[in-house]
């Protein structure tokens, strides 16, 4: 054998060895990655099957069960969930991940009746825990959230009318800049959605969930009305039995201050016979509600501004809503503002203030410091 073949021989050795170093090193911090991401899951995650990939974890379907009192089944199903983290990180006390796909996912999130809006319960709960326990050591910064068509489940408790119940299908929706449990920092969020019932819905902005700062975009085009009432009717007022949405909102929340100017559009728009109480549609008179809808195409066309303190415990967000939309409703209708607060006066004690409110804000005027 000749000095330059010994020489290859030795060097092809000296390769080898360091592959086989390599690949038992990866196997090792693959294994490590696939433990924190079960830890990171919790006792209420079910699992078909996890698969290790070059720097990624692969897990299939993915369940987790919804805790007691949740009005859900479950809080996240996902057909495939796909991790791929920066190995480098797995050493140090932040761990970073590139990007988490969930394809043919679900999610279910809930709004209290105080409006508290909650998501992931077990998952998030428990980092923030975690973090508590380890003197603030555990942190996990995600680049980029990916939903691949999903479906998301709502349930809001908080308006008058009674709770409220959306579905959205077909969902794809993109989250960056996720720090877990802190929280902090501009995320982008970009979404697109079917209705469940007809109609599609867009969202895009920035928020960053620690402050609760955002500055968001939301759009609605040929939403079914019927699933919408409580937003707009109170219990015991005449339904609607058939209509459409179109919305158009800019939401603002600056050092919790609330700025959001928007269109509404409701369109093919019939009532449920039976008056209801008072006989009242949105606070008006529903026999001046029908006879408007009949000279004007079965549409209310409107513009209107949410404004308020979020600190402030006189502000309801649901209530400024419902009223805002009542007088500008009543505006495109041509029916007399003062016939509405006889009608709202009779079904709700606070009728002339809160009109009082709603008219001076569609014309400009501010709520009190």
Do not use: C
């Not at 501004?305 to 009223?323: A, C, Q, W, Y």
């Amino acid at each position: 054998m000749t000095r330059t073949r010994r020489r290859r021989h030795r060097v092809l050795a000296v390769l080898g060895i360091i592959t086989l170093a390599l690949m038992l090193a990866w196997q090792g911090v693959a294994w490590g990655l696939k433990r924190q991401v079960l830890a990171a899951l919790g006792p209420e995650a079910t699992v078909g099957s996890i698969r290790l990939g070059l720097g990624s974890v692969v897990v299939e379907d993915l369940r987790l069960a919804a805790p007691e009192g949740w009005p859900f089944e479950d809080t996240l199903r996902a057909k495939r969930l796909l991790v791929e983290a920066e190995l480098s990180s797995l050493f140090s006390d932040e761990y970073r991940v590139g990007q988490v796909t969930v394809e043919e996912g679900y999610l279910s999130m809930q709004r209290t009746r105080e409006g508290k809006l909650k998501l992931l319960p077990t998952l998030l709960g428990r980092s923030e825990k975690k973090d508590g326990d380890s003197g603030g050591r555990f942190r996990l910064h995600i680049d980029q959230v990916q939903l691949k068509d999903s479906v998301l489940d709502f349930h809001d408790a908080s308006p008058k009318g009674g709770p409220a119940r959306v579905r959205l299908e077909a969902l794809n929706a993109t989250l960056d800049h996720l720090q877990v449990p802190q929280r902090t920092g501009r995320s982008q969020l970009d979404a697109e959605s079917r209705v469940k019932g007809g109609g599609t819905v867009e969202l895009s902005g920035w928020l960053e969930i620690a402050t609760r700062e955002s500055d968001l975009k939301l759009t609605l085009r040929d939403v079914d009305l019927v699933p919408l009432e409580p937003y707009l009717l109170r219990a015991t007022e005449a339904g609607v039995e058939r209509g459409q949405v179109d919305l158009d909102l800019h939401s603002q929340v600056q050092q919790r201050q609330l700025k959001a100017p928007g269109k509404l559009i409701l369109k093919n728009l019939k009532l449920r016979s039976g008056d209801g109480l008072g006989g009242t549609f949105m606070g008006m008179s529903r026999g001046a509600v029908v006879s408007s809808l009949k000279s004007g195409g079965d549409r209310i066309d409107l513009d209107f501004v949410l404004e308020g303190d979020l600190n402030s415990p006189r502000f309801s967000l649901n209530e400024t809503l419902s009223m805002r939309l009542a007088v500008g409703a009543a505006a495109s209708l041509g029916i007399g503002v003062v016939d509405m607060v006889k009608d709202l006066g009779s079904a709700t004690g606070r009728g002339l203030e809160a009109v009082g409110d709603a008219v001076g804000g569609l014309f400009g005027g501010g709520e009190d410091d």
